[in-house]
């Protein structure tokens, strides 16, 4: 049995009526949603659609106007630390070089405490740029990598926290497209321990992984690849992505993302 056509497990993120808006402007209004374990989630839509916002609702970085938001069961903040964020890119002060070690380590802070001593720290952030291929880079400067190497990093970043769950926002976006396989070859191993939220406008790398598409355009609706029999991503989207980015539309009046 294929992964797309597994029963799904139990659910990790319960949304419920959930409404969301920067002052005035509404940009979430009424999302209903629920992830189960072990998923593969696209999130697409078009540009200001509201992606990001909704990936820092999971993260419990913002609060909903109304409605709720589940992670494992509970509010997001209180499970903050079950939760791998990657970033879209991450820089810093060139007047204060990183190492991809140090990077990695970031993962860590605080985590200290009583926990793991540092030799221990540095030893697991050793084991997670392992798991990314780039234990030979650690002790390079962060910003000497090419996209990719950093996107890479970041995973190891917040894989050395042990997450449950992997929120990725755009991974693909300064990478060229062999960077690109790469990641997704990452994250389909990942994916086979967590599950894993991706926004991005690249819906050809994630066609073959994903089990459903999230389409954010202040409505929010979910299709489960398993129910896009006859199509796949690409016919429905199409291979465009800027069709996807600029055209797209998820309002229930006549929005394109349907699979009938
Ligand atoms: N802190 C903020 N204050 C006010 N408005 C914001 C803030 N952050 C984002 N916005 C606005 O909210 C809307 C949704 O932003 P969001 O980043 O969630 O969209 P997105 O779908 O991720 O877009 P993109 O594909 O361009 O990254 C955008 O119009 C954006 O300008």
């Known amino acids: ?3 797309k056509n597994a029963r799904p497990g139990k659910s990790v993120i319960v949304i419920r009526d959930l409404s969301f808006s920067y002052g005035e402007r509404l940009i979430l209004e009424n999302v209903n949603l629920v992830i189960h374990e072990r998923e593969m ?4 839509g078009p540009n200001g659609g509201g992606k ?8 419990g970085l913002l609060k909903p106007d ?20 990657v970033p879209q890119h991450m820089q810093f002060d060139d007047r204060f070089p990183v190492s991809v070690l140090d990077v990695v380590l970031m993962g860590l802070a605080g985590r200290g405490g009583l926990g793991p001593l540092p030799g221990k720290m540095k030893e697991k952030a050793l084991q997670t740029l392992d798991r990314v291929e780039l234990s030979a880079y650690a002790h390079h400067p962060f910003a000497g990598l090419s996209g990719g190497q ?3 990093v970041l995973i190891a970043r ?9 929120l990725f926002d755009e991974p693909t976006a300064n990478v060229d497209s ?5 990641l997704y070859a990452i994250l389909h191993q990942l994916n086979q321990e967590m599950t894993i939220l991706v926004v991005s406008h690249d819906i050809g790398f994630v066609n073959q992984q994903i089990t459903s598409v999230v389409c954010v355009n202040q409505q929010v609706q979910i299709h489960p690849t398993s129910e896009l029999a ?16 600029h055209d797209h539309r998820c309002s229930p009046e006549g929005h394109s993302c349907s699979s009938s």
């Not at 917040?158 to 992997?166: H, K, Q, R, S, V």
């Not at 062999?178 to 790469?182: D, L, S």
Request: aromatic letters at 4%; a positive charge.
């Open 66 to 85: 109304r409605g709720s938001v589940l992670v494992f069961g509970q509010p997001p903040e209180k499970v903050a630390h079950r939760i791998g964020y």
């Open 158 to 166: 917040a894989l050395a926290g042990e997450p449950e769950m992997l």
């Open 52 to 59: 990001t916002t909704l990936l820092k609702l999971i993260l």
């Open 230 to 245: 006859g199509h796949n991503i690409i016919d429905l989207y199409g291979r465009d992505i800027a069709l996807i980015r």
């Open 178 to 182: 062999r960077a690109g396989e790469k």
């Open 150 to 152: 950093r996107q890479r």
């Open 41 to 44: 989630i696209g999130i697409i």
């Open 1 to 3: 049995m294929t992964k």
